[in-house]
Every structure is written in structure tokens, then in C-alpha cells.
């Protein structure tokens, strides 16, 4: 079974810069897995950042941006801001309508 | 973007079976793909499978294959997701979200809806 990982946490400054990434336990990432990233907040649904590996969705601010580091996808913040503290989770397309989401990520402003 | 509205909180016995609809307005769902996902309380999410509203045509995770079935009535726009045998492990809420055709992501979520499983 396919296993996506991804940092369990990660803490930020205000106004610094923190890259998570989101990997497979065997093999690499690549854009054919069509990386996508989700933001959400407790009690909330999830909400779409990012899509197709580095395509923002509508109305996400361009402090967020995605990309492909060595074997993995990342979603960068720069410049992060208070509420952008909450879990963020990677979603890779495996082929054949099967999707697998990341173990999420859980991130701190502060 | 497609709006979900889902069916509200179910409280079910170990054994029972649990029906969750997902009602979408504003756009023909002719191009979308509806996927429903969950999340156990003070965990991830976790991807269960897809249903093709226009077709019928869906696929399934393979934790849940053999004990989920999605299905749509297009007369309605509703899309059902029904979980059989259940145990406490399948307390959680559940979310639909809509896929617009190829692009492989999940544009538009449901509210959720809180399922617990307890005797």
C-alpha cells in the first residue's frame, strides 16, 4: 500500500519562510502525480492551496507556492502570516481514479 | 464552483450500515467527479473514493472496497456514499468534494458530516 509522508510538524516565525514537503516511501514525486496541497483549520473543511504541483487556486494569496524539491513535492510560505497556522496536507494521484493523502502537516506561527 | 451540502450528523450501532448524501447546485455536474474523504477524530484525512456523477462509474480505495458503494441520482444532483459493517473505527466525519474532470484536485468540499459508530 502506498504510503505519501510528510513532516508531523513544523514552526514558523511571522514573516519567515517554511517549505513542507511531501514524499513516498518508495519511489519519487513527480508532476505526473498531480501534487495538490490543502489547508484546514479545526472544525473546518479542507480547502484547496494549490493544484497540478504549483498552480494556485482561486484566491489563494502568492505567499503560498508549490513545486517539486529533488524526490518530492513542496508547498513553500514566505512571508508566513498568524493564520496560516493550521494542518496542511498533500494529495498524490496514483492513476487508475485512486488518490492517497499525506499523514498532514502541522503547522505554528509563532 | 460547485456548492455541497450534505445530509447531517448519524449516530449508528457496530454492524449497521450508514448512508451520507452530498447535494450539489450551480453547476452541471456533466464535468465534475465527486469524491468523498474522511477524517477520524484527531487524525488525517483519508481519500475512500470517486464517483462519476454523469456515468455512474466510481473506484474505491482498497481499505474500503467491498464495504462502500457511491452512487447519484441525477434527477436530484444528490450523490449517496453508503459504508456497511461498521465499527468505532469508522467514526468520523465525512466529506464530499468535487473534482472538475482532469484536474486531479479537489476544488470544492462539503461541510462534513459527523458520523459516530457506538453501541
Known amino acids: 500500500q502506498t504510503v505519501v509522508t510528510q513532516e508531523p510538524s513544523f514552526s514558523v516565525s511571522p514573516g519567515g519562510t517554511v517549505t513542507l514537503t511531501c514524499g513516498l516511501t518508495?519511489?519519487?514525486?513527480?508532476?505526473?502525480?498531480?501534487p495538490s496541497w490543502y489547508q484546514q483549520t479545526p472544525g473546518q473543511a479542507p480547502r484547496s492551496l494549490i493544484y497540478?504541483?504549483?498552480t494556485r487556486s482561486s484566491g489563494v494569496p502568492d505567499r503560498f507556492s508549490g513545486s517539486i524539491l529533488g524526490n518530492k513535492a513542496a508547498l513553500t510560505i514566505t512571508g508566513a502570516q498568524a493564520d496560516d497556522e493550521s494542518d496542511y496536507y498533500c494529495?498524490?494521484?496514483?492513476?487508475?481514479?485512486?488518490?492517497?493523502f499525506g499523514t498532514g502537516t502541522k503547522v505554528t506561527v509563532l | 464552483q460547485v456548492q455541497l451540502v450534505q445530509s447531517g450528523a448519524e449516530v449508528k450501532k457496530p454492524g449497521a450500515s450508514v448512508k451520507v448524501s452530498c447535494k450539489a447546485s450551480?453547476?452541471?455536474?456533466?464535468?465534475?467527479?465527486i469524491h468523498w474523504v474522511r477524517q477520524a477524530p484527531g487524525q488525517g484525512l483519508e481519500w475512500m473514493g470517486i464517483?462519476?456523477?454523469?456515468?455512474?462509474?466510481?473506484s474505491y480505495a482498497q481499505n474500503f472496497r467491498g464495504r462502500v458503494t457511491m452512487t447519484r441520482d441525477t434527477s436530484t444532483t444528490t450523490i449517496y456514499m453508503e459504508l456497511y459493517s461498521l465499527t468505532s473505527e469508522d467514526t468520523a466525519v465525512y466529506y464530499c468534494?468535487?473534482?472538475?474532470?482532469?484536474?486531479?484536485?479537489?476544488?470544492?468540499w462539503g461541510q462534513g458530516t459527523l458520523v459516530t459508530v457506538a453501541s
Open positions: 468534494a468535487s473534482e472538475y474532470s482532469g484536474t486531479c484536485y479537489f476544488d470544492s
Open positions: 450551480g453547476y452541471r455536474l456533466t464535468n465534475y467527479h
Open positions: 464517483v462519476t456523477p454523469s456515468s455512474g462509474a466510481t
Open positions: 518508495s519511489g519519487s514525486v513527480s508532476t505526473s502525480y498531480n
Open positions: 497540478s504541483t504549483n
Open positions: 494529495v498524490l494521484y496514483l492513476g487508475s481514479g485512486i488518490y492517497v
